[in-house]
């Protein structure tokens, strides 16, 4: 029996703006396949919505997410959802091939779907944005954040080499991308823009004024410039071999994740969603999106 994916997103539409908002704020937004399939159909209504010209990307609570869910009571890796692309479905499948058709579908295939919408995506990041909340703000065209904000990818924690979206070297650079993962330490909104992976940096109570104002300004431009505008920025991220080097840090995941089963008969290493929680808190204080177990994550699976 197929699940559905009702109630964890929420849609809106006002003056050309579709806002689509993650909907699981008593887990910081924690991605189970329920909220991507939901999120899939709900950028899907979007791109098809002649009246929207802007997309914003939001979160509801405190925190925009705290990435994929490995710990909450609505995990729900073993079901099965319609299928949004053309890989067969997980569930039943042995070894390897269970978690590599999954994150296919639901992770490396859906991002870059969203990452090539038609139309400008924005991405609202408050709080938490964590590995694979840090994928859906890396798929949108714009960050706005607010000056709590911080970001971090922790999986290589669990002897993983990132998230399955893995676009690190080209949102920061090089160096800094390594800085990032091989620490797994949150960075905060101020260094983020100071690095150019968020575009703007507001305080928190501003940070939905922000945003809508620049989606309006946006809203005013004519669809098929912004179309064309966007095809031709991320062509150039293509040429510069962004798809292929994801295809190979995607195998390298993958690998890692046998190799984790084979040597622990944990495909994470080890690591639940209290400990990827605790690795997360700062030497000086703690945030409401890591004093939670089981609500937080850093890794899919």
Request: proline share 3%; glycine share 8%.
């Amino acid at each position: 029996m197929q699940a559905t994916h009702e109630s964890v997103v929420d849609y809106n539409v006002s003056d050309g703006i579709a806002t689509i908002t993650m909907n699981r704020p008593e887990y910081h937004n924690a991605q189970n396949s329920k909220m991507t399939y939901a999120l899939d159909a709900a950028f899907k209504r979007a791109s098809n919505d002649d009246a929207v010209k802007v997309i914003v990307l939001a979160g509801a609570g405190k925190h925009f997410s705290a990435g994929h869910d490995i710990g909450t009571p609505g995990r729900d890796i073993d079901q099965s959802f319609e299928r949004a692309s053309l890989w067969y479905d997980h569930v039943g499948k042995e070894g390897g091939e269970f978690l590599y058709a999954r994150e296919q579908e639901v992770y490396l295939g859906m991002c870059r779907r969203w990452r090539d919408l038609p139309k400008p995506t924005i991405a609202m990041v408050q709080g938490a944005c964590v590995a694979g909340g840090l994928m859906l703000a890396w798929v949108c065209d714009l960050i706005v954040a607010s000056d709590d904000a911080f970001f971090s990818d922790p999986v290589v924690r669990m002897g993983i080499p990132g998230v399955e979206y893995f676009a690190h070297a080209y949102e920061l650079n090089p160096r800094i991308a390594k800085e990032f993962l091989f620490l797994g330490e949150r960075m905060d909104a101020a260094r983020a823009y100071q690095m150019g992976m968020v575009n703007r940096v507001v305080p928190r109570e501003r940070l939905q004024d922000a945003t809508t104002e620049i989606a309006a300004k946006i809203a005013r431009m004519p669809r098929l410039g912004l179309t064309l505008t966007k095809q031709a920025v991320n062509h150039v991220e293509e040429l510069q071999g962004k798809r292929a080097a994801m295809d190979a840090a995607f195998a390298w995941h993958h690998f890692a994740h046998a190799h984790n089963e084979l040597v622990s008969g944990d495909k994470l290493g080890g690591y639940d969603a209290r400990k990827m929680a605790e690795s997360q808190r700062p030497a000086a204080a703690t945030s409401a999106a890591t004093q939670e177990n089981g609500k937080a994550d850093g890794e899919a699976a």
